[in-house]
């Protein structure tokens, strides 16, 4: 059975950092593309960044130059490393792995940013 858990998520005052984790139980990351996602309250659930198979990596242009997504694959584990956050940037963070027709979402993390 495929699992993928988010953990990291937190509150964290505007200008602050955190870096979110997601594990995975029945598939290796390595060979799939790894997404975080985002969703607000009242907002559609929208792509932050992604980490392809070979290594590649893109970002939404809101997050381009605070937010880095990385691969560790002895650990099974795709991160975001999330600088100088912003309240606009308080949003449930979902890890979604996909390849081929294979789609695999977690449950998400919460992420508030607030003073």
């Known amino acids: 059975q495929v699992q993928l858990v988010e953990s990291g998520g937190g509150l964290v005052q505007p200008g602050g950092s955190l870096r979110l984790s997601c594990a995975a139980s029945?598939?290796?990351?390595?060979?799939?593309?790894t997404g975080w996602y985002r969703q607000a309250p009242g907002k559609q659930r929208e792509l932050v960044a992604a980490i392809t198979s070979g290594g590649s990596t893109n970002y939404a242009d809101f997050v381009k130059g605070r937010f880095t997504v990385s691969r560790d694959n002895a650990k099974n584990t795709v991160y975001l490393q999330m600088n100088r956050l912003k309240p606009e940037d308080t949003a449930v963070y979902y890890c979604?792995?996909?390849?081929?027709?294979?789609?695999?979402w977690g449950k998400g993390t919460l992420v508030t940013v607030s003073s």
């Open positions: 979604n792995s996909y390849r081929g027709v294979r789609d695999y």
């Open positions: 029945g598939i290796t990351f390595s060979i799939y593309v």
